[in-house]
């Protein structure tokens, strides 16, 4: 008499990994961080001397409270 021994080991679910090529990765890395570099530079930086649009103090205003709240210094 034989016996068979099945095995009763759990498998592990195979995950869902996204394939992004090195190309890609490099490019969604790349507008990541234009995009956060841009918003930091908004939220903290935009204003006087130094700001993109002169003496326009619409960007400034429009992210006043995140800037405050985020410990940027302003006035
Ligand atoms: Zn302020």
Redesign the pocket.
Known sequence: MTSTTASTKPVAPALAVPNLSVASAALWLSLTVLLAALAYYFLGYDQGAVSVFGSDTHVHEFV??A??FLGFP??
Do not use: E, L, N, V
Request: aromatic share 0%.
């Open positions: 006043h409270d800037r405050h302003c006035h």
